[in-house]
């Protein structure tokens, strides 16, 4: 049974360019968690998704940042116009049930870095 | 509003020798506590969790954490290090809801 998988692992984009992230929940998991650890920082809650829909964006910058978790595919976390402080490591975690109490799966996340 | 709280940065022990990682939490109910272990360049991966009932709670690896609602404390503990466990170590508290806030990390560094 796959973990979470997370691509790409490394992604370099200039000032101004898009970013997407992809995330695959493991098998059975329909709750996603997308989180950002800057350098030096623990993780950062962005998103909560289950399929097809956003629950809870509390964590997300109002701007540029986007996340859609489709009924086929992956979930997508989108970055628009990065800029340098957009650089990351992003995480994206899933779970059974939804709920504090439920254990949640990361993958091996993503490295951003804005030149 | 929640929080957590890890005041050492960085902790370096002689293998073989005891461990204990602190952590501090600041959240109204009674919390989901968990402590995750980051290797380079890896994901997370749980070692352990606490919801409820006995607060000595047994992880993976060899590793326990004691629950103290009066110290509002979620410490992890080893008692004898390995040099394999040299990570970054993340304490959470989940909340009613589905967010989980992470302390900002302790290093360990592992001396032969």
């Known amino acids: 049974n796959a973990g979470v998988m997370q691509n790409p692992r490394h992604l370099v984009r200039r000032r101004g360019q898009e970013a997407r992230l992809r995330c695959s929940p493991m098998?059975?998991?329909?709750?996603v968690y997308w989180y950002r650890q800057l350098p030096e920082e623990g993780l950062k809650f962005m998103v909560y998704l289950q399929k097809e829909n956003i629950i809870d964006e509390s964590g997300m910058p109002k701007e540029r940042f986007s996340a859609e978790f489709p009924k086929e595919g992956p979930s997508i976390l989108r970055i628009q116009q990065v800029v340098r402080g957009d650089s990351a490591a992003y995480f994206c975690?899933?779970?059974?049930?939804?709920?504090?109490?439920?254990?949640?799966?990361f993958g091996p996340g993503t490295r951003l870095t804005v030149l | 509003a929640q929080s957590v709280t890890q005041p050492d940065i960085h902790i370096t022990v002689s293998e073989g020798a005891s461990l204990e990682l602190r952590c501090n939490y600041s959240y109204g109910a009674t919390p989901y506590l968990f402590w995750y272990v980051q290797s380079p360049g890896q994901g997370l991966q749980l070692l352990l969790k606490y919801f409820s009932g006995d607060t000595l709670v047994q992880g993976i690896k060899g590793f326990e954490a004691e629950f103290k609602r009066s110290q509002s404390s979620f410490n992890l503990r080893k008692p004898s290090v390995h040099w394999s466990d040299a990570a970054e170590y993340f304490c959470?508290?989940?909340?009613?809801?589905?967010?989980?806030?992470f302390g900002t990390g302790t290093s360990l560094t592992v001396i032969p």
């Open positions: 098998k059975g998991h329909s709750h």
């Open positions: 959470a508290v989940g909340n009613t809801g589905n967010q989980f806030y």
């Open positions: 975690a899933s779970s059974l049930l939804a709920g504090a109490g439920n254990e949640q799966f």
